[in-house]
């Protein structure tokens, strides 16, 4: 005998798709929507469909957006871009409230691995905007690990020659962290990034 | 400058709903489910709306259902009656596979600080089932909480002049856990409870 009726069990399956979510906790969130109103799980599944529905990328930056181009894209200055991997980390970006330059989404890393390779991201999408010729800075804002090094250091070589300022995000201990419990790889580009006071 | 687009937006806020969900976790799913094919995020939205569509409560019984009647009430003898707080009370003993009786949902328990009384909960459709007269044995199995307490205490005292068994779960410490870990109150019900080998 099956312990749930079909509705309740289709919708914990579904609920143990999100990251990190096991049977236990896709069974509370199950009850939870049975407890709401009619109308409240309503909104709770047209916000689903509408995220899937109503969320372009932006075809100049390839960040998230609503229209065609996004709301960044449409009032900032060009002349500084970040390049970074995903759209989520424009939005980790953006939370700072310190940058406000424009970005470009690669959509991806380099990595021969997994067959990624410099044509599968969005580079060319990038030399093209640097073409247009008001860009000044571009800031490499990859993750700091094989692939987003190896991505940085990628287009790094293509637009240097082109005589624009390159950087890359500096690494180094977190803020709060002791010395101890930084590991090794951040330690070592601590000393060799570190700073002349 | 909000950092999410309204559709990403409305989505985390959906998600915080959930128990337990932050910004931050609710911020995931929403990543997951933009990046669900269109035919996933439709599915995850139908189930939801399916949870609220199609369960039921048993008209017998009270528990979850697809029917008018739960597929237990329909196929077990009702000669012993568990009686739970709620509706996810019975899957948890279900998951169980050891007890082969009906249930009674009481739908909350007896709770004079928030204002439920005897009335505000499904005792009187208990007390008809019995009246029907099939029922042998009522076991009460609500919460070793004081509401869930007072509750079984109160059904007790009306079932019991009928002549039916009444019987409670064990409270006692639980399997696996070193005396000294169990607190007070369960270790002196443990000694109250103790049992002639």
Do not use: W
Not at 16 to 43: C, H, S, W
Not at 47 to 67: L, M, P, Q, R, W
Not at 151 to 163: C, D, E, F, N, R
């Amino acid at each position: 005998m099956k312990v749930y009726i079909e509705p309740i069990g289709r919708l914990i399956n579904e609920f143990t798709r999100l990251p990190g979510v096991g049977q236990k906790t896709a069974q509370r969130f199950a009850y939870k929507i049975i407890n709401m109103t009619d109308e409240e799980a309503k909104n709770f599944a047209n916000a689903i469909i509408s995220a899937k529905t109503d969320v372009h990328y932006c075809k100049k930056c390839g960040n998230y957006s609503e229209g065609d181009i996004c709301d960044i894209c449409k009032k900032r200055s060009s002349e500084t871009v970040c390049v970074v991997k995903e759209p989520k980390d424009v939005i980790a970006i953006e939370k700072l409230n310190e940058f406000d330059g424009v970005y470009h989404v690669l959509h991806g890393t380099i990595s021969p691995m997994d067959g990624v390779g410099p044509n599968d991201i969005k580079i060319k999408e990038l030399l093209e905007r640097i073409a247009e010729g008001t860009v000044k800075e571009v800031i490499l804002a990859t993750n700091p690990d094989v692939e987003g090094e190896a991505t940085a250091m990628y287009i790094s070589s293509l637009i240097k020659p082109l005589g624009i300022k390159v950087s890359r995000l500096a690494h180094g201990i977190p803020i709060g962290t002791d010395l101890e419990y930084a590991d090794e790889m951040t330690l070592s580009r601590a000393f060799i990034d570190r700073k002349t006071l």
